[in-house]
């Protein structure tokens, strides 16, 4: 399983884009790129999964680089709410056997 | 349509006591997995059951064992407890063969172990 690693944590005001990078330089050709978020004493859940170029949902976009060597998750006018941990994964597209492999995220700290 | 479940939300215990937590995986669900969350660190997989049996296993010794019932839900067993094992259980779901990609987590048991 790739390696990934993102920064420990960021700062952000209400109202503001925020992007955070993710690099995983030993992505294989069969793998996806995830991303979870959690809040403090709750389990994760998925924001976002893509492949490769550009992926948007109702809750951000996932940007991915022609080599795949790293990812950024955009988080469009982030809210207070958006205060949490951001994880990003990399692994095989599964169908549900998947061993989740987790770092240490990032923690991104919205304030007003 | 109920989300994963896990009871309890917090639990007490003493060194070298045994432990046992439980999960509901989400509707429509048949594959359960546990993790470890310590403190300020990301969850680790523990193991996976599927059709009742142990599918894969995380790095973790053999006083954490698990059970999966007919219904799907799941339990996690941790005998001898240590003051290590304090952390977020969390437990996840997922169908098999249904094209999702994603694990759905429950809230996690907090575990604290004196």
């Known amino acids: 399983l790739a390696k990934t690693t993102q920064p420990i944590s960021m700062d952000s005001y209400e109202g503001q884009e925020v992007n955070i990078t993710c690099s995983h330089n030993n992505i294989a050709t069969n793998d996806y790129i995830t991303w979870y978020q959690q809040f403090p004493s709750q389990g994760p859940r998925f924001i976002i999964q893509?492949?490769?170029t550009k992926v948007t949902n109702e809750v951000a976009s996932l940007f991915i680089p022609a080599d795949r060597k790293s990812s950024t998750l955009s988080l469009p006018r982030v809210s207070l709410s958006d205060t949490a941990v951001y994880y990003c994964l990399v692994g095989d597209e599964g169908t549900g056997f998947q061993k989740l492999v987790f770092g240490t995220g990032t923690r991104l700290l919205v304030s007003p | 349509d109920a989300g994963v479940t896990q009871s309890p939300t917090h639990l007490i215990k003493t060194r070298g006591q045994q432990v046992t937590l439980r999960c509901s995986p989400k509707s429509g669900h048949d594959t359960v997995s546990w993790y470890q969350q310590a403190l300020g660190q990301g969850p680790q997989f523990i193991f996976q059951y599927y059709e009742e049996e142990e599918r894969q296993r995380g790095n973790f010794p053999d006083r954490f064992s698990g059970h999966q019932f007919p219904n799907y839900s799941s339990e996690l067993n941790v005998n001898a407890l240590l003051l290590g094992d304090s952390a977020l259980y969390l437990c996840a779901s997922s169908p098999v063969g249904g094209g999702e990609d994603t694990q759905y987590f429950g809230p996690g048991t907090r575990l604290t172990v004196l």
């Open positions: 893509g492949y490769k």
